[in-house]
């Protein structure tokens, strides 16, 4: 009924940049906050960035000021552009939203299935 599907991924380079995509599609009624969080190998999943539909960002430390988390409203759209990236920065991202269903009153969370991310040194 809903789907987050995540886009972007690859491998790059030490000091390059990458922007991931997620659009969520479905019998959607209303998209409230959106963010990405992933997951490096043998490490719990963590929070990179999320965003509300006023636009009120929030940043893991880690990726401050070198990462920035966008949003389209009218696309249901999330965007992470990935600058300066770091061979630790490699892990599974997941895009991850709360969506309100036409089929019901209140928000669910939902995830993405992620798209990995790879960064070489």
């Known amino acids: 009924q809903v789907q987050l599907v995540e886009s972007g991924g690859g491998l790059v380079q030490a000091g390059g940049s990458l922007r991931l995509s997620c659009a969520a599609s479905?019998?959607?009624?209303?998209?409230?906050?959106m963010g990405w969080y992933r997951r490096a190998p043998g490490n719990q999943r963590e929070l990179v960035a999320t965003i509300t539909t006023g636009f009120t960002t929030n940043y893991a430390d880690s990726v401050k000021g070198r990462f920035t988390i966008s949003r389209d409203n009218a696309k249901n759209t999330v965007y992470l552009q990935m600058n300066s990236l770091k061979p630790e920065d490699t892990a599974v991202y997941y895009c991850?939203?709360?969506?309100?269903?036409?089929?019901?009153?209140?928000?669910?969370?939902?995830w993405g299935k992620g798209t990995l991310v790879t960064v070489s040194s």
């Open positions: 479905g019998i959607i009624r209303r998209v409230d906050n």
């Open positions: 991850n939203a709360d969506l309100t269903t036409i089929l019901s009153d209140w928000s669910v969370n939902y």
